[in-house]
């Protein structure tokens, strides 16, 4: 079964470079044990927009979207067998930003692609 | 390496939280755990006895310690110095084993992610020894599902549609003949890796066959068997990035596991290609396919432009991929049929040949070459022959031939559902 993984934090935190070392060696890992089907990093929401629908109105807004507090700065598509390996793959993620970068805070959020 | 810390200020969460979390930790990295462990002790079944026990240690130990940071390499050290202890305790009888003890020991000293520093090499070794020449293509299998693939005994024996005992017993008995074979000692030499990397690639092709057309079983395990056979092929993109036929395999086996939802209609029943509703085709795997079908393309024009047989079925697949049943590019993929009738001499690929040279140039052209085939020993008894044949006289409008055809096929069917399906197809075809 294929997960999505999205990143979210605070926008404009700071990694360090050891963070995209762990990374690139995370997506290493991945491409080794056949979990990681994908990973990428989004470009700040102010090269984006926000396109909604309210009251029978759709808008368009360009970002940045001061409004949401944490923003999905990064994505993984995980191929696993189980959630619990999904689940082991984000603590990872975690682990990088535990290890890298003092005082983040964020989640990676894991939602099952309908197959 | 501090294992506390990397648990994190407030741990982990509770035991049963870790006990799943090290269920999940032990699916994704067995197999390097094995591959390292294969590398120090020679011996498959003995590594393979180690890293359970460290499973086991690790059971103990983590809902109390954390997970750690680098569970491989936790895995791995502890399951190094289980080895070093079995080896001392045989060095007191034996001191030639003393001499190994001692490097081992001095090996499991250092920093244990040192453990895991051959990790590509390791893991290739894996691979060509569980496809090991000694072993039939049933136990190769069964072997890589087990070490690489990390399923258990209960999981190979569903998707073999077998029993637990006999995959068991497939198991030891492959273990048995590598250990007479001195198979985990060897070092492949460099022009051999090519001719094992070629069995490797054919035992994740069978796998994922094995998958594919039984998926008239209900066993959801079976689909499972397909997954495990593309993730399997995506890890040898990894371990073998050069390798054109690499790539193709790996973009085949995601094109075709793409279509996989769309197979089966609601009541269990295959369903051809034309009538597959499109929309249920996979987007993502198709992307991953067709990527992996760009890159095998330019290692092709490396090595000098011949494709392989992996690559040239991923070409036609991607072809049905692009396409709407009408806008199918049938000229192209006749041309592709040709070329991998010719890389593998298969009457069964020129069978495949004429179905699409049928649709590209008209039923005629295809039941031309479907009679030269039924000349051929290999095809007397193949379903497939006269089913071809019924569609091909079908569409020229000769339906009563078709019908007979299909009736045919029928008969020859092994499997009931397809049985099924071409007696239905006989009725419709002389229905007015």
């Not at chain 2, 070093?84 to 250092?110: G, M, N, W």
């Not at chain 2, 095998?296 to 697949?317: C, F, K, N, T, W």
């Not at chain 2, 649709?359 to 193949?382: F, I, T």
Request: hydrophobic share 45%; glycine share 8%.
């Amino acid at each position: 079964m294929r997960f999505i993984g999205m990143l979210r934090h605070d926008e404009g935190a700071e990694v360090t470079p050891a963070t995209y070392e762990r990374m690139a060696e995370f997506a290493r890992e991945g491409r080794l044990n056949g979990t990681l089907v994908e990973l990428g990093g989004l470009q700040p929401s102010a090269a984006g927009a926000l396109v909604s629908l309210a009251g029978g109105r759709i808008t368009a807004v360009d970002g940045p979207f001061t409004e949401a507090k944490e923003l999905v700065g990064g994505y993984a598509i995980f191929d696993v067998r189980s959630r619990v390996e999904a689940v082991e793959l984000g603590r990872r993620l975690m682990q990088i930003h535990l290890d890298t970068v003092p005082g983040w805070e964020g989640a990676v959020e894991l939602r099952a692609l309908q197959e | 390496m501090s294992e506390a810390t990397a648990a994190g200020p407030d741990g982990v969460g509770d035991a049963a939280a870790t006990r799943r979390a090290i269920e999940g930790v032990w699916r994704i990295e067995s197999a390097k755990v094995v591959a390292a462990l294969v590398r120090m002790v020679h011996d498959v079944g003995f590594a393979e006895d180690l890293a359970q026990d460290a499973i086991v240690a690790a059971l103990a130990q983590w809902p109390e310690s954390g997970i750690p940071a680098n569970p491989a390499a936790w895995l791995t050290t502890t399951a190094k110095r289980r080895a070093v202890d079995t080896y001392r305790r045989h060095a007191r009888r034996d001191r030639a084993l003393q001499q190994l003890a001692h490097e081992l020991a001095e090996e499991t000293a250092v920093d244990p992610a040192a453990g895991v520093d051959h990790v590509e090499d390791d893991m290739l070794r894996l691979m060509f020894i569980c496809c090991h020449p000694s072993l039939t293509p049933e136990a190769q299998a069964t072997l890589t599902l087990r070490l690489v693939a990390g399923l258990s005994a209960r999981e190979i024996a569903r998707a073999y549609l077998t029993s637990e005992p006999t995959v068991a017993q497939r198991i030891s008995r492959a273990k048995r003949t590598l250990a007479r074979s001195g198979a985990a000692l060897e070092e492949v030499p460099a022009d051999e890796r090519t001719a094992r990397l070629a069995t490797v690639l054919g035992i994740v092709y069978l796998m994922f066959n094995e998958g594919y057309t039984a998926t008239e079983g209900t066993d959801w395990m079976r689909a499972a068997l397909c997954d495990e056979a593309t993730r399997l092929a995506r890890i040898l993109t990894a371990l073998a990035p050069d390798d054109p036929e690499v790539h193709g395999l790996s973009a085949l086996l995601e094109l075709q596991s793409s279509r996989l939802a769309a197979r089966l209609d609601d009541a269990g029943r295959p369903v051809l290609l034309d009538d597959q509703d499109r929309s249920r085709w996979d987007g993502g795997r198709i992307r991953h396919g067709l990527d992996a079908l760009a890159r095998s393309d330019r290692l092709v024009a490396i090595e000098g432009g011949v494709r392989g047989p992996y690559h040239l079925q991923a070409a036609i697949a991607a072809c049905h991929s692009r396409a709407t049943p009408s806008s199918t590019d049938w000229p192209r993929i006749a041309e592709l049929y040709a070329e991998l009738a010719r890389c593998t001499g298969s009457p069964v690929v020129e069978l495949n040949r004429a179905v699409a040279v049928g649709r590209a140039y008209g039923p005629d052209a295809g039941l031309a070459l479907v009679e030269q085939l039924a000349e051929h020993p290999a095809l007397a008894a193949y379903h497939l022959l006269p089913s071809v044949q019924g569609d091909l006289l079908e569409r020229s409008g000769r339906t009563a031939d078709a019908a007979l055809a299909y009736l045919r096929a029928a008969d020859l069917a092994t499997n009931a559902r397809e049985a099924e399906l071409l007696r239905a197809r006989a009725a419709r075809a002389v229905e007015p």
